[in-house]
């Protein structure tokens, strides 16, 4: 039972890594109706660059600020010249758009500071807490909490910048309508530049977190493809859904990397290895979820009309 | 003035509903088959084309012709987007291993046929999700497919014959006693099926079938109103592509590469094939074969230009040039979707229009 908890735990905090990338991908949603596949991309791309300019010597405190600045451009310029040119295409063809983007972004990040693998130190140490393998005798690494620490931090700034601030509302109302929107004298160029600008300041977040768990290697995008059950289960539209799918998705994987193989090896009557399964779990999850409910946890309902 | 088909009566049921109607086309498309099955094989005697040319240009390029024409099919045609392509041709390829393998004196054309079948079957069962989910939500969905399937093969052994690294080598390619095993006839027998293939899917979506697909992708809604049944189409389309893609994955396994791994069929590879689509042109038969063109070209053209460029004394650093290809990979899809988003098949049809008001457009 412990060590299910643990598990379970362990999970959980994963899983708000992923809601921590689904929610770029959500943002940008909302905002445009953009499906922007690259969102991964940038991920790879924030962390390299920021581990980048620290390995040359900086301090973490002005690479950071420097990525930034750098995320913001690229997602200027991503506006400009692949969705501005692109305005009122399907759907489909804007999504196609993103997945060349996302060669394009692997590509120049990999151009720039070179293919290998390379270690991030935030200064989070990623031991299990002491005091509370004393109590209960559960393992439950700080790094761990204190990145769900800044992902709960996050969302909340987020809520708050949607809901209190003038630019906040702006995107809100851009996401419901775009016309709406602009015949009440939102510019909506500018509006998309920003939501760009935050994307990339969530998958610059993410990146640093996920690169110092793992190393900031071109895994990281496979990191990120890991948001797209999360997103499905949660909701293309929703914040909270990405959350909440997130935090489904990474404690149902990590239990099913568990406890399944056994289980399945008992079934069959094998002795195989059976490991991996985090793999596909997800997809398989979120595509067994849609078949009840096709809209996601939070989705919008869809209605079809002919 | 030479493209025009004023003149050309018909008379006849068939004559009307020929696949070309206008006799300038049906020259120029048979006069490519017949350069394709006759022309190269005798420049190649005469040393005009390559080896190389044969096992890294062609044959590649007929077997992606095929797979992209399999997803064309499902998204292009019947609009299911799809990012599972790999897994189905995975399936063909081991699916084709295990009936060679494993049935003694099986013909290779048969197993081929049946690994397409299996492929089919993965197909209709994965297919069912998009019975109540569309649009982005069903192609997130496909990826189940592709990691699930390559998983699976990675980890049962059965599927692999219990080889220890998952690597299978794919059997000798022989039929009615002639082995298969230069590289020219290997491309012929490629070039065989694949033209076999492309003619009756080009037939399928001239006919009812590919018509219900048409209009299932075009209002899926309005469709079941006028008495298309969405579940039949809808799985129809996704076992026709499958097996498309299934056959692909046969060939990619027994006539290009030889020895594939369950990895070989990776996302990468998916994402590959969709650019096909994309950029060949969506629901268009030559565009999958144009698609198909651009891409595998695309490498080896890259390739020299950035030789040339070292040549020309402009160094580049060692392990860049994978990333710079990735660039302009990504930046020409991005253009090319900016510039013409029906893809080349839409060029090319534009370009038809054009000659035939050539030399007098008014």
């Known amino acids: 039972m412990q060590f299910f908890i643990e598990v379970l735990i362990a999970g959980l905090l994963s899983g708000v890594m992923y809601s921590l990338v689904a929610l770029g991908y959500v943002l940008i949603y909302k905002a445009s109706g953009v499906f922007n596949f690259a969102q991964g991309a940038m991920v790879f791309f924030a962390a390299l660059t920021a581990v980048g300019l620290h390995d040359l010597g900086l301090s973490l405190w002005v690479a950071v600020p420097l990525t930034m600045v750098a995320m913001i451009v690229l997602g200027l310029v991503t506006e400009k010249f692949v969705l501005r040119p692109l305005v009122a295409q399907p759907e489909i063809t804007l999504f196609m758009a993103t997945i060349g983007l996302t060669f394009f972004v692997e590509g120049l990040a990999q151009a720039i500071w070179g293919a290998s693998v390379r270690g991030l130190e935030l200064g989070i140490a990623d031991v299990p807490l002491e005091w509370l393998m004393e109590v209960s005798g559960m393992a439950i690494s700080q790094f761990d909490l204190i990145a769900a620490g800044i992902a709960a931090a996050l969302v909340a700034g987020l809520a708050l910048f949607f809901s209190r601030t003038k630019v906040g509302r702006a995107l809100r109302a851009v996401a419901d309508d775009h016309q709406a929107a602009l015949s009440v004298g939102i510019p909506l160029q500018h509006i998309w530049g920003v939501v760009w600008a935050v994307a990339g300041f969530v998958a610059l977040v993410s990146g640093l977190l996920w690169g110092a768990r793992n190393g900031v290697q071109f895994a990281l995008t496979f990191v990120a493809l890991k948001a797209l059950p999360v997103l499905i289960l949660g909701g293309f539209t929703s914040v909270p859904g990405a959350i909440v799918g997130g935090l489904i998705i990474g404690a149902s994987e990590k239990l099913a990397e568990v406890f399944l193989p056994p289980l399945l090896q008992q079934l069959f009557d094998t002795q195989m290895n059976l490991g991996g399964i985090e793999g596909w779990f997800p997809y398989v999850l979120a595509l067994l979820f849609l078949l009840v409910r096709p809209e996601g946890l939070f989705g919008e309902k869809i209605i079809r009309r002919i | ?362």
């Open chain 2, 1 to 362: 003035m030479f493209y025009r088909e004023s003149g050309q009566f018909k008379s006849t049921y068939a004559e009307d509903s020929q696949i070309f109607p206008i006799r300038q086309d049906r020259w120029v498309v048979g006069g490519i088959v017949a350069f394709a099955f006759l022309g190269i094989p005798l420049l190649a005697q005469f040393g005009w084309v390559s080896n190389y040319a044969f096992t890294a240009i062609l044959t590649p390029f007929l077997i992606f012709a095929l797979a992209a024409l399999g997803l064309n099919i499902l998204t292009g045609y019947a609009g299911q987007l799809s990012l599972g392509t790999a897994a189905f041709m995975a399936v063909g390829a081991f699916a084709s291993y295990n009936f060679m393998l494993r049935i003694e004196g099986m013909p290779i054309l048969v197993a081929f046929v049946l690994g397409g079948l299996c492929a089919a079957a993965v197909g209709i069962v994965f297919g069912l999700p998009s019975l109540r989910i569309r649009g982005f939500y069903l192609a997130a969905a496909t990826l189940a497919t592709q990691f699930f399937i390559v998983w699976c093969l990675t980890k049962v052994g059965w599927f692999t014959n219990y080889s220890s690294s998952g690597v299978i080598t794919a059997q000798k390619i022989e039929m009615f006693g002639y082995a298969f095993d230069s590289s020219m006839s290997k491309y012929l027998f490629v070039l065989g099926i694949v033209s076999v293939m492309a003619l009756l899917a080009k037939n399928m979506v001239r006919t009812n079938i590919g018509r219900s697909w048409m209009a299932i992708r075009d209002m899926d809604m309005a469709a079941e109103v006028i008495g298309f049944r969405p579940m039949r189409t809808k799985l129809m389309a996704f076992a026709v592509s499958s097996f498309y893609c299934g056959v692909a994955g046969a060939l990619f396994a027994y006539a290009y590469l030889g020895t594939v791994e369950p990895e070989g069929f990776n996302l990468d590879l998916s994402f590959r094939i969709l650019f096909m689509v994309i950029i060949g042109g969506l629901g268009s038969i030559l565009g999958s074969f144009l698609g198909s063109a651009f891409i595998v070209l695309l490498p080896i053209v890259l390739n020299v230009a950035m030789q040339s460029l070292e040549g020309a004394g402009l160094p580049l650093p060692s392990g860049i040039g994978s990333s710079i290809e990735l660039m302009a990979f990504g930046a020409l899809i991005i253009f090319f979707l900016i510039v013409e988003p029906h893809g080349l098949a839409r060029l090319w049809q534009i370009g038809k229009e054009k000659l035939r008001l050539w030399p007098f457009p008014h």
